[in-house]
């Protein structure tokens, strides 16, 4: 039996990276490095207001300031980020008017990556806003948004066209002061997804943006800002590949969420950049900060995410809950395989009376992967009647691997309830012997017990991303599958 | 003799009115059953009674052995005789059987004016109420109800209300989670406890309960209210017809 | 102010080695301390532990060797022992020195058995507190003076639990540096019941390290009472190491506090060893009580328990942080940590943090931890039995507390806990 085990475990670490085609296009790259002239350069690329510049420059002056955190249960070598190039899109094309005017080369990038981007593919119900390398290459789906006065367009636009939406809400939850990551992110971000869902609206599909990285030695730095005005509903989908590189790519994304009074945001991600070899060469940096802020009273936000990819991953899907009666939720499946780490969790700051949060965390483990749950439960002195739990549990499978959980809590107010569980083990022999009895195979029985153990996550996603992100983890389950 | 006087009771739960003038007498001596569907507020009344806190009484008047039972506290309404043996009784790990009954009667006699109970005389009173209803000394060596079945935390529940001796005790679905064996047990005893002194008012879904301990009358409750009394054979004939044929639904 | 500490060291050199001659021990102990400082709140493991105030005070060395015994009996009330050594201000009292029965054990002043057996007290001094973790172990290091130390040979079992009392007063900034050394060789096995305590008035610091060595199968069981008045700033580190087979208890009962952190490292170095560690917390005022659990699962099939539970009230602060770490070729390990609380005031805070770090796969590890008010429905099934409000809470809070103790054999003990939780709690 163990032998079958070490032949799932190997099979499974050696399970390849289907994404990992790059697309030869003609790219506009800037030259390496990083100063003040290079954050001048992006934003004259992107033919930016004079505030945007201000803002870019007051971050990166604030960034020089700080150092990498190090405080996550992570071996991060040492980055040299004078050596990355911080701006990359495809030449001559910022902007398409139509489909056709698209080079046939990206269309059919993401065409293999399953997004479809053509008028007839739109029945899928999701509006589709495509970032390849750092910029946005088209967004789908725009008349019937339109009409509901729903604004979903690439950042950039968004700081043409809406500069005053986005100067309010800009750096309002992550400002650029937040972390290391954040600040390099206001003063070189290139792209990334707007969205206003004004007030009373529901927003009738999924928004959905999907990041690419295809240039060698680019980092990128999409910033992504999705406001819910009074009442307004939305779903927002996020996915992401890279291809299959000997180099380690930089992302530090950030995502910024606004739930105004009564407002619902759902956002799911299914992450999976391009996570290494299975020696651990290559493979993407992912540093995220991803913070929502239920603000008016009444409102809500869930977080979903299912982790697959990255070499390493540093992200804590956040949310601050100042209105009353406002309800947050953090669902997570990560998976580490090889050499992967993961570093990630969430964190719920309870202000508002009668705020309540869910945080349930599923940790996999495999191959030399360390795999960590960091997370924050903070009541306020005025959060009154508030409550937490937590579920954060790790399943490790075979034994050079880690599962590690760092969870703090800090009640001000005594009349809030916390409760946090967690559990660390390995599949139960005797769940898995019972399987076999009924007639399965290892590699089945384990499959199915880990498609189990994930499913409370899985389910939170919505029916269009769910049935992607269990495929994703069968996938990496196949080996077990045969 | 008057024991309890309910009058045009109104009680809300969250803003929802779920006893709607809900009038009951009940003389020392008597035993009243109250009978009827889901939902229609026997729990409420209960917990009403010894003064559940959430339970906002908007309405009508209790008069308890001559007192305002409305103005008491929670305690004072058990110090004064009233009793409820829970439906859920709660687990409370951590405070052991016996000291949590030496402590409430010790309470009991504190609050007569009485000397606390000698050693002697509370296991003696112990060791007679456990004979009684048949619990078990593991039972009472253990936490309150802590990792009991259903059926041991409803015989605590008969045993507590035995050690006690209440004027009114108010027995809330006291069959549910009891195996026939130990309900005729049960029954039995609080047959014995029956004395021309005290009351009992038995809240029950089922006729099962009332073929071992037989009730003086039996009351039909719907929405809030009694919408029929009579005696034993109500509940007879209740079993045969249903709830709905009774009240006049069909 | 470092530069303080080397002065006091230079200053108080021949005094501290005509008490306790350890040469080297004190200069790397000096070293470490001026090469780490003071733990400051930004370092990830004393976030919950300000040390501002010790800074802030220049600390003397007390030299003050009161004799006069306090009235402890009357306090313990069955806790007696035949086996009993008192601590008044970190000095062991006149009329007990050392003790060596026939069958070997060694029971004294660390003092009296290191200038009789200077290599008994050698051959461990530090070994179980090897880097001078921080710089407050450092600073014990260098400033030693008293402490028991304790030595059972190979199948002794002491019978009765064996007494050591500490309590603290001295009004003004003295500093107090107490080194224990509990050693049980294989087979061998006692319980230590500590009381320890101070009176309102007190000022001095205490900066303590226990260090234990548990031989194979041996068996230790430590009682603690911690009743700290006035304010009195404490910070007791205790470090274990136990080889195969052995069974560590330690069961800390911790009422009040102005002050206080425990640390307490314990490093399972032989398989089928089990750790054991408790402590209640009854907080009010201005109580800070800082809980802290290392526990390293060095070797395979070791099981180890830590269950903390607090009661806050007043403007309390309360902080819980427990580390169990899993190597890689742990396996087969089963390690639980719980830590529940319950705060009773709108000033009062706690923070919880039941940290798992785990390398191997063949593990049951899990921690559950709680914040929240006293149960309502409890409270409510026990007033509807004719209980009042006060006397309901108090049954609660008492019975939530002490079940962390409900492993603890030693009825006296828990007797003794029990009175003194219910008086703080009733204080309220």
């Given at each position: 039996m163990e032998e079958v085990k070490n032949k799932v475990i190997d099979e499974l670490s050696n399970k390849d990276y289907e994404f990992g085609f790059t697309t030869d296009i003609e790219m506009e790259l800037a030259p390496k490095g990083l100063n003040e002239d290079i954050v001048r350069f992006i934003s004259e690329k992107k033919g930016e207001p004079q505030w945007m510049l201000d803002y870019r420059l007051k971050a990166y002056r604030h960034w020089l300031t700080l150092k990498m955190p190090k405080w996550g249960h992570l071996d991060i070598p040492?980055?040299?980020?004078?050596?990355?190039?911080?701006f990359a899109a495809p030449?001559?094309?910022?902007?398409?008017?139509?489909?056709?005017?698209?080079d046939p080369e990206l269309l059919d990038t993401f065409n293999k990556l399953g997004i479809p981007l053509e008028e007839q593919k739109r029945l899928t119900g999701i509006a589709v806003d495509a970032v390849f390398d750092s910029v946005s290459v088209k967004t789908t789906f725009q008349e019937t948004l339109k009409e509901l006065d729903i604004i979903f367009c690439s950042m950039s636009d968004a700081i043409k066209d809406h500069p005053d939406l986005v100067k309010k809400y800009i750096g309002s939850v992550v400002p650029y002061t937040d972390n290391y990551f954040a600040s390099l992110n206001a003063a070189v971000f290139s792209d990334g997804s707007f969205c206003y869902i004004p007030k009373g609206a529901r927003c009738p599909v999924e928004l959905s943006t999907y990041f690419r990285i295809n240039t060698a030695g680019t980092g990128q730095f999409e910033r992504t800002l999705i406001i819910a005005d009074e009442g307004a509903y939305v779903s927002y989908l996020e996915g992401c590949t890279a291809p299959q590189r000997d180099e380690n790519q930089l992302h530090a994304a950030v995502v910024e969420i606004i739930a105004e009074k009564d407002a619902e945001v759902k956002y799911s991600t299914v992450q999976n950049w391009y996570p290494g070899d299975k020696d651990g060469k290559g493979g993407i940096y992912n540093f995220v900060t991803k913070r929502a802020i239920c603000k008016g009273n009444g409102s809500k936000v869930s977080w979903t995410q299912v982790e697959t990819g990255s070499a390493i991953t540093w992200k804590y899907p956040s949310t601050i809950l100042k209105g009353d009666d406002t309800i947050a939720e953090f669902y997570s499946v990560a998976v580490t395989n090889n050499h992967q780490q993961a570093d990630t969790g969430s964190k719920m700051i309870h202000l508002g009376k009668n705020s309540k949060s869910t945080i349930v965390s599923k940790g996999i483990s495999l191959g030399k992967s360390q795999n960590t749950y960091r997370g924050m439960v903070k009541f306020g002195k005025?959060?009154?009647?508030s409550r937490n739990h937590s579920q954060c549990d790790s399943l490790l499978m075979g034994d050079k691997c880690g599962a590690h959980t760092f969870p703090y809590i800090k009640v001000e107010n005594n009349t809030g309830i916390v409760e946090h569980e967690a559990t660390t083990s390995k599949i139960a022999d005797d769940q898995l012997n019972y399987l076999k009895q009924r007639g399965l195979g290892e590699e089945q029985a384990v499959s199915l017990l880990v498609n189990g153990y994930a499913k409370e996550v899985l389910k939170q996603l919505p029916m269009e991303f769910a049935a992607e992100a269990t495929k994703l983890l069968s996938i990496s389950m196949e080996g077990s599958v045969g | 003799m008057e024991l309890i006087k309910i009058r045009d009771l109104h009680v809300n739960i969250d803003n929802k009115e779920i006893l709607k003038g809900f009038d009951l007498n009940i003389n020392r001596g008597e035993v009243h059953a109250i009978m009827g569907p889901n939902g229609t507020g026997k729990s409420t009344l209960a917990s009403a009674l010894v003064g559940k806190p959430d339970y906002e009484v908007t309405k009508g008047e209790v008069i308890f052995k001559g007192k305002d039972l409305l103005e008491m506290e929670i305690e004072e309404r058990a110090l004064e005789g009233l009793f409820l043996a829970f439906q859920y009784p709660v687990e409370i790990p951590g405070v052991s059987m016996i000291n949590f009954m030496k402590t409430v009667v010790d309470a009991r006699r504190e609050y007569r004016k009485e000397e606390p109970i000698s050693p002697v005389d509370f296991l003696k009173l112990v060791k007679r109420s456990s004979e009684l209803v048949g619990i078990s000394d593991k039972m009472k060596g253990r936490?309150?109800?802590?990792?009991?079945s259903g059926g041991e935390k409803k015989k605590n529940e008969i045993f507590q209300m035995a050690m006690l001796q209440p004027d009114l005790a108010i027995l809330d679905e006291l069959d549910s989670g009891l195996d026939i064996d130990s309900l005729k047990q049960v029954a039995e005893a609080i047959n014995k406890l029956r004395n021309e002194n005290n009351a009992f008012l038995i809240i029950t879904h089922y006729q099962r309960l009332l073929d071992y301990i037989v009730p003086d009358f039996v009351h039909i409750m719907n929405d809030g209210k009694i919408v029929k009394s009579g005696d034993k054979d109500l509940a007879k004939e209740l079993e045969s017809k249903g709830y709905d044929d009774i009240m006049g639904l069909n | 102010m470092i530069d303080y500490y080397k002065e006091l060291f230079e200053k108080n050199k021949e005094n501290l080695e005509s008490g306790l001659q350890l040469e080297q021990i004190r200069q790397q102990g000096l070293k470490d301390f001026v090469r780490m400082g003071f733990p400051g709140n930004k370092m990830e493991k004393w976030k919950n532990f300000s040390t501002k105030s010790i800074q802030k005070n220049r600390y003397e060395l007390n030299s003050i060797e009161e004799r006069t015994k306090l009235d402890f009996f009357s306090k313990l009330s069955g806790l007696e022992s035949p086996n009993t050594i008192i601590f008044n201000n970190g000095h062991c009292s006149y009329d007990f020195q050392i003790e060596e029965s026939k069958n070997g054990v060694i029971f004294g002043s660390i003092k009296a058995v290191l200038a009789k057996y200077p290599e008994k007290v050698l051959k461990y001094f530090n070994k179980a507190n090897k880097q001078n973790l921080n710089g407050f172990n450092a600073m014990n290091s260098a400033f030693a003076q008293d402490g028991f130390f304790l030595y059972v040979p190979e199948n002794i079992k002491i019978d009765f639990p064996v007494l050591v009392t500490q309590n603290y007063n001295i009004d003004s900034y003295q500093l107090i540096n107490n080194r224990n050394i509990i050693v049980l060789e294989d087979d061998a096995s006692c319980e230590i019941v500590q009381i320890e305590s101070s009176e309102v008035g007190n000022k001095a610091f205490a900066n303590n390290i226990t260090e234990s060595f548990l031989g194979q199968n041996a068996q230790l069981t430590i009682n603690k009472l911690q009743k700290y008045l006035g304010n009195t700033i404490v910070i007791e580190s205790s470090f274990t190491k136990q080889k195969s087979g052995s069974n560590y208890s330690c069961n800390i009962a911790t009422i009040g506090g102005n002050k206080l952190r425990n640390d307490i490292h314990v490093k399972l170095e032989g398989t089928n060893c089990f750790a054991n560690i408790n402590g209640g917390f009854v907080l009010d005022e201005n109580n800070e009580v800082d809980n802290n659990v290392y526990i390293d699962h060095a070797t395979p099939d070791c099981d180890s328990n830590q269950n903390f539970k607090g009661i806050l009230d007043g403007k309390s602060k309360g902080a819980f942080t427990g580390y169990v770490l899993v190597r890689q070729d742990s396996q087969r390990t089963n390690a639980y940590q719980s830590n529940n609380n319950i705060v009773l005031s709108e000033k009062a805070n706690i923070s919880t943090n039941p940290f798992l770090e785990i390398y191997a796969d063949d593990v049951k590890c899990s921690h559950g931890a709680s914040i929240g008010r006293l149960d309502q429905n409890a409270m409510f099934y026990l007033r509807a039995r004719g209980l009042s409000e006060e006397k309901s809470k108090e049954l609660l809070l008492s019975a939530f507390a002490m079940e962390v103790f409900k492993d603890v054999t030693n009825t006296k003990f828990k007797e003794v806990v029990s009175k003194e939780i219910e008086n703080k709690l009733l204080k309220d």
């Open positions: 040492k980055i040299d980020y004078q050596d990355l190039s911080y030449k001559n094309m910022p902007k398409y008017e139509s489909l056709d005017e698209v005025n959060a009154h009647n | 936490a309150v109800n802590e990792g009991f | -």
